[in-house]
């Protein structure tokens, strides 16, 4: 068992920057792999970032130079530090974690408008 807890998103300016964070407790050990997922209005769910348990990240091609993932085992967190924001970034953007099963956190608004 995986509880994972988002935090971080908010409303932006288009150009600015957001850092989202996932904490995860319970079998931090038997986690594979982490991503982030985005859903905007209207559309499917959608991959926006994967990191290994090995280090190697995966990203959607519009957010390739502006999104990053990362993770810091000592406090079990992946962060996915978003630069110059666009509109159509807009979405709840969600932590899953990968052992025997997905796990899902319950989502963070993320919200960019001028």
């Known amino acids: 068992q995986v509880q994972l807890v988002e935090s971080g998103g908010g409303l932006v300016q288009p150009g600015e920057s957001l850092r989202l964070s996932c904490a995860a407790s319970g079998n931090v050990i038997g986690i594979y792999a982490m991503g982030w997922y985005r859903q905007a209005p209207g559309k499917e769910r959608e991959l926006v970032a994967t990191i290994t348990s090995s280090g190697n990240t995966n990203y959607l091609d519009s957010v390739k130079g502006r999104f990053t993932i990362s993770r810091d085992n000592a406090k079990n967190t992946v962060y996915l530090q978003m630069n110059s924001l666009k509109p159509e970034d807009t979405a709840v953007y969600y932590c899953?974690?990968?052992?025997?099963?997905?796990?899902w956190g319950q989502g963070t608004q993320v919200t960019v408008s001028s």
């Open positions: 899953r974690a990968t052992l025997n099963r997905y796990y």
